[in-house]
Structures are given as structure tokens and as C-alpha cells.
């Protein structure tokens, strides 16, 4: 009879109703996500109840991290805590986000039990600190997600998965198309070419000191040996570097490998300066890339560009200008150093030439 | 006696001067030195200094081992003894934490000098203060609380240092190398190294008696006291010098007065200048190998530790051998 | 050799800490020139200390050493060395010095500052041992030396000296009967010739032996001193040693014998 189905109807409405209130409690907190499974740079897979509010960095060049965290809206706002060591990165940082100075400030070497109170729904950290941080988080049940960071292919692949963790995947998607556009332009203006037209290269760390001749070179597994590939040029120093880290050579390898054009990278925030000393000292005198003037300072800002941090596209960018200028001729450096900022980390103009411009170093136009 | 250990040392530096990474690794034409006016350079301003400072580190490392092990009548005691070698190194990873790069020339080394000399004079002041056993074990006792205490404030420093830019300088430093030598750095080491030698050199006979026992030197008509500290400033000033420019150098003032005096006897009149001259020679050979076997510079630490151990191992398990007499 | 001098301590007093217990208290001692003085008595009496006061080594806190009238404190470090030499009790030095490089150390007195052993060095080292009966060692390492040998050797070095006065610590200590005897002979010898002699021992047949003047001591303190016929009897033996004691004429020697009462 017509009444019974209406009732039916309405109990079944009301059974529905009744399981949804139930269910509603259960989903408390989200922001309409649900639970979340990350893969992370280790390959482990990390259950998370919901998108994480609170996320703590910790462990070493935790900064480098942040850094690429906050090229993500919700990276900025859900990050409650931070280890710092280094002060550059965190003066640039303090520009991106208004609320800088309200984030905790972990102590170096920060272990479980110093991160704990900062209540953090995951800590992310880099891979290096997995034996250290993983067993002792994993102890007391906080989630931890370890990434990378350290060369292009592992850039795009934690964007993705900072993407996922903050649940903002067309914002990663974003941020990986920006990257992806220049290395495909990249590619295409250098993927072909012959060895002869690569001009040999060496990228040295240097600090000045009175009569001294020894240099470093980075490892070849290091951003830096990629960007010169990329740029079209070619690294002469691969035979020297042992992995680990910055590798002494004296300056007659130097000389043996006669290179046509030398990058010095400074991390003081001096490299045109003293590329221009070495350009001057008696001893260099007789190297092609002297001669030729083929003599470069690394650039940076508030930290050099060759560092992995996200800013090294711009490194890369004004790598090739030098390695492959005829090939580079259109392109617009400043106006890349603006683009980068603006769409990164939606940082206003005219901030960006207020506080960003004047802080340039290195060979720059 | 000692002729042909000198013309080794000539000889191995002659033919050091010859071998490098430039044009290629191994061999340096001669003929290169005419054609080549960058070969010429680096030949002449980069590895003849180089290789002198080398003699000199193996010269000071090698007769200042033979001083201490007289002087402290142990067979097993090294340079590094007495806080010298962890004051230097405490002192040049202060200076590179504070100064950075763009210091004033040569501010690390002056400031590891400085601290190397007071570890030696921290020991000396701690062991008069102890009431523990005698002279020579109270020095001991205080060399060792004074090099700990040096080599945990180089932990301390490292912890502080800036990952990215310091903490590689002073790993680098701390393993002890060369790479960076000019004729102004061997310039800085002379006013210490050359009357360190000079007066260990001319009080080599005296060392013999420093290796009595106090009473006996002293019923021999010396002031053991006076000439045993006499010896060892001339000894650490040198060593001082040389680890500032160098790094921590090891192993050489363990094991080159134990093969200068099995070859040559015990007599410090002999035994001292066949250490010089040892030492001189396995500095300079160790220092080649560190810049020439791979593309990047070996730290030369390692190559005289691992040398100077197997060296140490094989000597104490063969039989003597004698040189001469 | 040189004629010997004459040794004389006035009241002296001697402790190793300024507060602390005195370890010699208020000597007086004559040693006339050339005589062979034994020093006798329990371990620990301070005989050892004595001889380093004596020395110059330990600067006593009391009182003066006189060698020849002169006091100690005058003589000029570079002559005391040509003055008096020390053969320690048992030296142990950790490196092969040869016999010969042992010896020559002797010399330093003779030698300046910078100086270095010359041929007469030389000459002396190796006469000083051919008379030791040790000439045929002189190249051997001393620490492969038996205990016997290393003692002659050491003899060796301080005669290398020259010296009038000749201190001896404890030098039979570790020998057996035969070294013990050749040694006794060559400081008896030498006393004989006209060096003053003065050892230290524990043993009283070994002070018979070589010495014409004893000394006893106890506790820091000389309870007799004297031509050895006249000081070395029981009672004060006894009373040195703490133990009662018997001496007995061998063959025209006294020996001293342990008194364990009636026999059986």
C-alpha cells in the first residue's frame, strides 16, 4: 500500500541520516581529505590518517627543505617547526612568509624527544637521516616522510611528494611544469650537441687566502656536474671527485686539464671577486680560460645558486648564457630571476627588487 | 757515515721536482721546462717550494720524535704528545670558524702556532702542579689531559661549524696536507723550523745524557732540567710551525727515529741527523704520492699514517739491521 | 787517578717536602781523603738520599756539604763533575747504546756544552775499559748485558770521569757472588790508589770487604762512624739493625752472622 512505501522511504532517509551523523565524527579534522599514503624518497610507504596540520623539519640542511616546502602555499602555513642552522636561507625565508618568526626553532641535532613536543602530525626530513631519526619517530608513532632534493630527477619526483603530503596536487603539478618547461627548453637547445661543441668546464669551490693554490670539486653525482651537462658544456673534473663531498685538487691538475672555462663558486658571497683575483695572480697566468677571460663567479642571492635548493634553476639558467651564450642569446635572465620568485613563492615585485635584487652576486650582467 | 742518506734526500728531491699531474699524471719532460712557460711556473712556484716544505716538515716531524723519545725515555712517544699537535689543530679550526675566508695571510697558522705552543706550556705548568709519580710520568700524564682537552674543544668547534662552507676546511686541515703551499707559506715556516733544527742538531750528543736518569745526568756535570727544556722548545716550536702549515701529520715522529736508529745505533750523535734526513726523504715521497696518484689531493695524514704503520709493523717484527758499525 | 779529597758533612738535615718528615736529621760525617767508606744500614735508613745530598743532587735543608773544606754550594756545576761521580744502584735506560757510547758519556765534564767526544775521549773510555777487563764488549749493545756486566759498565762510566771521589749506590745489590767480588776488588783497588770512596749497602760483607771506614745509619740518623775493625762489632750491628747479630773473625775477616740464639 501506498503509506508503507512512504515509510519505508522515510526509515530508510532516516537510517541514512543516522549512519552519516555516525560516520561524520570519524572524519573530524579533514579538510574533506581522507586518509593519505605517501611513498617516499626511500621508497617506504607512510599512512597518514588526513593531509597533516602540523609539520615539524628536522635533521640536517633542514632549511634546504623548507625551502622547497615553501614553494607550496600550505607548505608555509602548516609548518609549525623548523631545525636551523645557517642563517641565509632563513633571512630569505622570513621574506616569503609574514609568520616566520612565530615557527619553532629546533636546536641542532634535534632527536625525537626535542621534536616530539612540537606535537607534529609528520616530520619531514632528508633521506641522510634515516638511520637517526626514523627508528626514534617510528618509536613514539610519529609519522616521518624522508626526501631528497639533491639533483633534477629528485626534485620532481618530492615535489610530487610534498604535493601529496599537503594534499595540493595542482599546485605540485604547477611547480613541476615551471621546472619542466626550462629543462625541456634546455634539452632541446643542447641535447644535440657534439662533443666539440661543448667547451670544457671546471667548477671550483675557492676561498681566498694569501699564496694558496688548492681547490675543490664537487662530486660527481652533485647538482653541480648535472648543470654543466645540461648547460652544454663539459666537465672535466669527473676523474678527480670521489663521492662524499668537495674533493682538493692542486693547480697543476688544474693546469693539466686546461679547461676553457672556469665557474668559481664562493659560498661567502664573493665569487666575482674572487674569480677576478685568480684572474690576476701570477700563477694562473697561462691557462686558456684566463687568457680568453673565460673566468666566471658563481651567481647567488641570499645563497649561491648552485646549492639544492629550489633557486638553482636559476643557476642552471644563467649557466647556460655562459656555457652556450650563442645558443642562450634570448634569453632574459632578470627577467627568469623575477619569474622565478613571483610564481615560486608569490613574492611581489616590487619586493623582489627591494630585497632580492640588491643581494645578487657573481658574474652577473 | 751519514753521506749517502744525504744524497738520497737530494736525489729524491730532484726527482720529485720531476713528477707531478701536469702535462699528465706521472712524468714531467725536462724538456717541457724550456718550451713551457706554465710548466716552468708551476715547476719553480708550486712544487720546488712545495717539496722544500715537505723536507722540512719530514726533517722537523722525524728529529723532534727522536728528542721526545729520548728525552721522555720511551720508545713510543710521538710530536703529537704534549697538546702540540691538538693545540695546533685548535687553534686553526678557531680561526677558521671565526675569520672565515678573506682572513689576513696566514692568520690560521699564526693562531695555531700560538695554541700549539701553549699546549706544550699547559702541560709543562699542569705536570709541576701534579703530586702524582715523577718528572717524566707527571709530564706524560699532563700532555694527555692537555691534548683531550684540545681534541674535544676541535669536536665542539666542528659541531658549531657551518656544514656547507667550514666544517669542510677544517675536516680537510685536520688530515693534514700540503696542497696549498707557496713560497710565502715555506717563508712563515723558517723563523721557527730553522733554529728548531738547528739547535736540536747541535745538542744531539747532549741528548744522550738526557736519557739517563736525572741524578746520573746531573753527577755528569749537566743541568738536566735546564737542557732537557732547552731541547724541547727548539723541538715543539718546530713542530708547531710545520703543523699549522700542514695539518696533523702523523706517524713520521713515531716511526722514522725507530728506523734511524736501527740502521744507525742509538747514539744521537748519529741517530738525530739520520732522522732529519729519513724523515726528510719519507715526508717528501709521501708527499708526492699524495699529489700525484689520483686527480684530487690525497690528505697527506693518511698516506703517512697508513704508510708509517705498516712501515712501524714490518720494522718491530724483523730482525735489526745495522747500517754502519 | 787523581789523589782524593776529603769529605765532610756538617748538620746536615734533609726532607723531600719542606713540611713533611725529615729523612736525614742532623748529620755530621769525616771521610778522610782516600779512604774506601762504606755506608751500612736497614733499607730505607735514607742511605740513598744520603748519597744524593752528597752529590748536589738534593739541596739538604740544613746544614753543608765540604769536600776538600770547600762547601758544596760553591763549586760551579761544570767542576762537580770533575769532582765526584755517581754509579747508580740499577740504571735502565731503553735504548742499545754501545759500551763505548756508554762509557763516553763519562767524559762530559771534560767537554763544553755543544761539545762532542774527541779521539782522547776516546782513548780514556777505551783504557778505562780494557782495565775493567771489559774491552772485548765495547760494541755490544748494554741492555744485552747481564746484570753483572752492566754493573762494571756502569763503573766503567763514572771512572770515565776521573774523578777524586767516587759515590756509590747499592752496587753489589743485584750480583752474584763472583761479580760481587770482582767489583769489591776494583773499588778496593781504587781506593787503594787514592780515590775516596763512598757506597752505600745493606750487606755487611760487603762493606768488610772493600772499606777501611764504616758508617752506620738508622733512621736518617749516623749512629757511629770509624775505621771499619773498631765500629763493626755485634752490639752495634745490633743495634743498626734491629736483629741481634754475631761477629765472628775468618781467616782474619770479620763476618757478621744472624744470632738465632743457642744451636740445635
Partial sequence: ?365 | MLWPLALALLLVLVFSLFIGRYPGPGFTPPRLLWEDELARRLVFSLRLPRLLAATLLGMTLGGAGTVLQTVFRNPLVEPGFLGVSQGAAFGAALAILTLGSGSPPLATEAIASVFALSGLVLSYALARRLHFGGWVLRLVLAGIAVSALFSSGVGVLKYLADPMTQLPAITFWLLGGLSSLTWTGLLYLLPFVIPGLTLMVLMRWRLNLLALHDETAFSLGTSPGRERALVLVGAVAATAAVTAVSGIVGWVGLVVPHIARRAYGADSRVALPAALLIGGIFAVLCDDLARTLLAGEIPLGILTSFLGALGFALLMTRARLRVSR | MNPGAALSLRDLRFGYQTEGPEVLRRLSLDIPAGTAAAVLGPNGCGKTTLLHVVLGWLAPQAGEVLVDGRSLSQIPRRERGRLMALVPQAEHVPFDFSVLEYVLMGRTPYLGVLGMPGDEDHRVALEILESLGLAHLWRRPVPELSGGERQMVTLARALAQQTPILLLDEPTAHLDLGNKGRLLDVVAGLAGRGTTVLFTTHDPETASLAARFLVLMRAGQILDAGPLREVLDAERLGATYGVPVRVVEVEGRPVVLLDRGPAG
Avoid at chain 1, 515509510?7 to 541520516?17: E, H, I, Q, S
Avoid at chain 1, 621574506?95 to 607534529?120: C, F, H, R, Y
Avoid at chain 1, 645558486?305 to 643557476?315: E, M, R
Fill in chain 1, 1 to 365: 500500500m501506498p503509506t508503507t512505501r512512504l515509510v519505508r522511504a522515510k526509515a530508510g532517509f532516516t537510517v541514512l541520516l543516522l549512519i552519516t551523523a555516525l560516520l561524520l565524527p570519524g572524519c573530524g579534522g579533514d579538510e574533506g581529505g581522507g586518509p593519505l599514503s605517501v611513498t617516499d624518497a626511500l621508497g617506504e610507504i607512510v599512512e597518514l590518517d588526513g593531509p597533516p596540520q602540523q609539520i615539524t623539519v628536522a635533521g640536517r640542511a633542514a632549511l634546504m627543505v623548507v625551502d622547497a616546502l615553501y614553494l607550496f602555499p600550505e607548505g608555509r602555513e602548516r609548518m609549525v617547526a623548523l631545525e636551523m642552522r645557517g642563517q641565509n636561507i632563513g633571512d630569505f625565508l622570513a621574506l616569503v612568509d609574514p609568520a616566520w618568526s612565530d615557527k619553532i626553532v629546533l636546536e641542532m641535532n634535534a632527536g625525537a624527544e626535542q621534536i616530539a613536543p612540537t606535537n607534529p602530525d609528520l616530520v619531514i626530513a632528508k633521506t641522510g637521516m634515516a638511520e637517526q631519526l626514523g627508528p626514534p619517530l617510528d618509536a613514539i608513532g610519529i609519522p616521518v616522510v624522508f626526501v631528497d632534493f639533491e639533483t633534477p630527477e629528485t626534485y620532481d619526483r618530492d615535489l610530487a611528494i610534498l604535493g601529496t603530503v599537503l594534499d595540493a596536487p595542482g599546485r605540485a603539478e604547477e611547480i613541476r611544469d615551471f621546472y619542466q618547461e626550462r629543462l625541456d627548453r634546455l634539452a632541446e637547445a643542447t641535447g644535440d650537441l657534439a662533443d666539440a661543441e661543448r667547451p670544457s668546464v671546471l667548477v671550483i669551490e675557492y676561498s681566498v687566502e694569501e699564496g694558496t693554490v688548492a681547490f675543490s670539486v664537487p662530486p660527481v653525482g652533485w647538482l653541480q656536474t648535472s648543470m654543466v651537462e645540461m648547460a652544454g658544456g663539459n666537465p672535466v673534473w669527473t676523474e678527480a671527485s670521489e663521492a662524499g663531498g668537495w674533493t682538493v685538487v692542486g693547480l697543476e691538475q688544474i693546469a693539466a686539464w686546461n679547461p676553457d672555462q672556469i665557474y668559481v663558486v664562493d659560498y661567502d658571497g664573493n665569487s666575482d671577486g674572487v674569480a677576478a683575483e685568480l684572474m690576476a695572480d701570477a700563477n694562473w697566468q697561462g691557462l686558456s680560460a684566463v687568457e680568453s677571460g673565460e673566468m666566471f663567479g658563481f651567481p647567488g642571492d641570499f645563497i649561491s645558486w648552485d646549492q639544492p635548493v629550489p633557486s638553482w634553476i636559476l643557476g642552471l639558467t644563467w649557466l647556460f648564457t655562459k656555457v652556450q651564450p650563442g645558443l642562450a642569446a634570448d634569453v632574459d635572465l632578470m627577467g627568469e630571476v623575477h619569474a622565478f620568485y613571483e610564481e615560486m613563492y608569490s613574492l611581489d615585485p616590487a619586493v623582489i627588487d627591494a630585497e632580492i635584487i640588491p643581494r645578487l652576486f657573481g658574474s652577473l650582467p
